[in-house]
């Protein structure tokens, strides 16, 4: 069971704003349900401060802005939420495609010593933006040059395509030589590589939350406390007032909707210790949730492979 003085990592999703346009996106693969509530809402700064003290969580070391559907450079506040966070020792990390703002931002940013996963499918403007539609390959690497100068952690994430397999060693080298920590390569399930199929996972095993493990949670861009980011998909569709048959999102909403989950109304260790995160549990001895067992309990799985540079 989750518990909230046992809370050491939160994801934060923490707008609903994207620059760039990549298929595989929840943005773009559901974009004629949810096109209306992208572009709006963002989590405030008092709100993460209101929400998010170590009274409720004394255990957090990490802060993980995740870009769920969101580019999180995106948000007008995100330096002043970093300064705050890091000067209270928590851990902060932010998923980026890289190619928002200034360099004088990027340098601000880099000042902080925060570590930063760049996501960076390519070597160059053609390669880059086969995937990342509407991304500046030129624009991210002076981003990412005045983050790393300034003293930032920088980490390559490379999503392996069959398009750009052959480019793996370059872009690796090419993260060495810009002074990048780490090179992660993700091949994932959906792209239907070898690599993935690689590792099988057995049908009968027990649904195994990464989250729980982890001691982790995830809030979304409306507010909402949830057990994990898998989770969100259906609850925005659901928030953009499309009829779902998603078992999460009717429990959810059978324990009073935004009563249930939303740091609007509520504490979240009322949310933690509630019925909501209790139930999604119980389930998993019995008939595991729709989004539980294909998630964490799926034959097919993402491959991450990260090595230090």
Sequence with gaps: MWVSKEVEWI??????????????????????????????????FYFLKDSITFDVFPNLKLLNFCGSIDEPTTHPEILDIVRYFNSKGININISSNGSTRTEKFWHN?????????????????????????????????????????????????FIAFEHNEHLIDDAKKMAKEEGFDNFRLIYS???????????QRKQEQEVVCKYLNQKRIFISHTGSLLPCCFFNSE????????????DFVNLRNN???????????????????????????????????????????????????????
Excluded at 36 to 42: M, R
Excluded at 111 to 128: C, T
Excluded at 190 to 199: A, F, L, W
Excluded at 235 to 246: I, P
Aim: hydrophobic share 30%.
């Design 235 to 246: 609850f925005l569709q659901d928030y953009a007032g499309n009829e779902t048959d998603s």
């Design 255 to 309: 324990l009073g909707g935004d009563l249930a989950d939303s740091l609007h109304i509520n504490y979240a260790d009322e949310i933690i210790e509630g019925d909501l995160f209790s139930e999604v549990v119980k389930s998993w001895s019995n008939k595991p949730l729709t989004r539980c067992w294909n998630t964490c309990k799926k034959a097919k799985q993402d491959v991450f492979i990260q090595e230090k540079l």
């Design 109 to 157: 940013l880099g000042k902080e010593g925060i570590s930063v996963f760049f996501g960076i499918d390519g070597i160059d403007q053609e390669s880059l933006e086969k995937y990342r539609i509407g991304s500046n390959f030129k624009k991210i690497q002076k981003n990412f040059r005045s983050f790393i100068n300034a003293g930032g952690h920088a980490l390559w994430q």
């Design 189 to 199: 399930h959906r792209n239907e590589n070898n690599e993935s199929k690689k590792i």
């Design 11 to 44: 994801d934060i999703e923490l707008t609903s704003y994207c620059n760039i346009d990549c298929p595989g996106c929840f943005r773009q693969v559901k974009r004629d349900k949810v096109d209306h509530i992208l572009n709006k809402n963002a989590l405030t």
